[in-house]
């Protein structure tokens, strides 16, 4: 026989599980929703913009933004984990060099973006730590993460492939993407240390496509 | 107990309406395999307790996705979601036409639009390995992949042209109660972007040597995991908004967590 007290207990439990349970069918159902309503209101990208992902991301410095918030640049963007030894170093310098190379003068109509694949590991705080070290701090350099969704989905825009290997370490492709002021794919760079030269004259005439 | 059991009845039918005409699925018991591909030094992969769809999606139930989200109709498709052979063998936007069963799988669609068709249902897309971990069983085993048989199926499968005309259901039930992993389409699943065969990072060097006849000698393992090879093949051939007429998908879920509280309550 079980006490009445426990009962109550078994009672209350139910009840807040099964509150808990309406609450997870709505966040799904809604969110599934919004991305649906996110889509329709901006007819004006096109169709192969990745403006059209509603996803939510955080940048380095702990603010949430989306992806359309940057629309109106060209976009230089890479996948890479701060925690990585072995590739990454090497594509964030191919970054750098890419960034320092360009012109002063189209230099504020460009971002130069990372988005981690090790969203668990890579918190903004964790992300502003990795820029200051890499000299990446300016306005131009952009940190961003997200759930791991999230990031799983915007890695198939960019056909990047990653995989986790070990608690510390992914398997990823070293690709480069630069997209237009209307967040169109316009060239990717693939490889490591390979010669930045076409990538950078596709930023440049992307940039002065702008105004 | 009455009062549980009165509430988890309610439960379910309340789910059943939100849902309205859901895709049966079935439990799976989570367990570990070696894989083929993606575990480092061969060692096991953990695949949790999750829920699996019995059949692929069909015509019939993708048009009705799409009469309720209508952008993701053929001419409606976001080319950045889905390339130009989208739902191309369908009469038009909502009608998939004489040609095709409506009990078929639906294909040519895009790892997108069947990512958003799961979600839309509450459900997702199954991961790599809960995908693998299904498709090992034949009827009476959870694992038969070395049983010459099962892998022998599978090979003819292979070669056999267009099975994806085929109504579900038609193939064997396996261990699981699930229908068609073998045998009528191919399917996408969450992280088909996660294999690597090109050689392009620092870590798959070596995984190249299992996936690759040619660099590591063929034992008995790698002739039997062929089959295995020919899917990982073909999604790491893939991107997202690729769609062809033989892939076509099923949904998953996480294990609802309701039943273990029940029991801890208890």
């Known amino acids: ?211 | 107990m009455f009062l549980q059991k009165k509430i988890s009845v309610f439960l379910a039918l309340f789910t059943a309406t939100l849902f309205g005409q859901q895709e049966k699925m079935v439990p799976i018991k989570e367990g570990s395999f070696v894989p083929l591909y993606g575990a480092t030094n061969k060692k096991p992969v953990k695949v949790a307790s999750f829920e699996i769809d019995v059949f692929p999606v069909t015509n019939a139930q993708y048009l009705a996705f799409l009469k309720k989200y209508p952008e993701y109709s053929r001419s409606k498709m976001k080319g950045i979601f889905a390339d130009k052979s989208y739902l191309s063998h369908w009469q038009s936007d909502f009608d998939y036409g004489t040609n095709n069963l409506s009990n078929a799988p639906v294909t040519n669609v895009s790892w997108f639009a069947a990512k958003k068709y799961c979600e839309c249902q509450g459900k997702r897309l199954p991961a790599m390995d809960e995908w693998e971990y299904v498709a090992m069983a034949d009827e009476k085993r959870i694992d038969a992949r070395t049983k010459e048989a099962f892998n022998k199926y599978i090979m003819s499968w292979y070669e056999k042209p267009k099975t994806y005309a085929n109504p579900i259901g038609q193939t064997f039930k396996n261990y699981w109660g699930v229908y068609d992993m073998h045998g009528l389409v191919w399917e996408w699943t969450a992280d088909f972007n996660s294999i690597f065969l090109s050689g392009e990072s620092r870590k798959d060097k070596d995984t190249d040597k299992n996936l690759f006849c040619g660099s590591g000698s063929v034992n008995a393992t790698d002739l039997m995991n062929y089959a295995a090879f020919m899917r990982y093949a073909f999604r790491g051939s893939l991107k997202a908004r690729y769609t062809t007429r033989n892939l076509g998908f099923r949904c998953a879920k996480d294990k609802v967590a309701l039943v273990k509280t029940f029991q801890n309550l208890r």
């Not at chain 1, 903004?124 to 990795?130: D, E, G, Q, S, V």
Request: hydrophobic content about 40%; glycine content about 4%.
């Open chain 1, 1 to 211: 026989m079980k006490s009445k007290i426990e009962c109550q207990k078994i009672k209350k439990g139910i009840l807040s599980l099964f509150f808990l349970g309406i609450f997870a069918l709505a966040v799904t159902l809604q969110s599934c929703n919004q991305k649906v309503k996110a889509a329709e209101k901006d007819k004006a990208i096109s169709d192969l913009s990745i403006y059209n992902l509603p996803s939510k991301w955080t940048n380095q410095n702990g603010q949430n933004i989306e992806m359309k918030d940057m629309k109106g640049k060209v976009l230089v963007m890479v996948m890479i984990y701060t925690s990585c030894k072995a590739a990454c170093p090497r594509l964030v310098a191919d970054m750098r060099n890419i960034e320092k190379r360009l012109p002063e003068n189209i230099k504020d109509k460009v971002k130069m973006v990372l988005v981690s694949i090790d969203p668990e590991t890579d918190t903004p705080k964790r992300l502003k730590a990795f820029a200051i070290e890499n000299k990446m701090n300016s306005n131009q350099w952009v940190f961003l993460r997200s759930t791991e969704e999230n990031t799983r989905e915007f890695a198939a825009v960019l056909a990047v492939n990653y995989k986790k290997v070990s608690p510390m370490d992914f398997s990823h492709s070293n690709i480069i993407s630069v997209f237009n002021a209307d967040g169109e794919l316009t060239y990717q760079q693939e490889g490591l240390g390979v010669n930045s030269d076409p990538t950078i004259a596709k930023i440049k005439e992307e940039a002065q496509k702008i105004n």
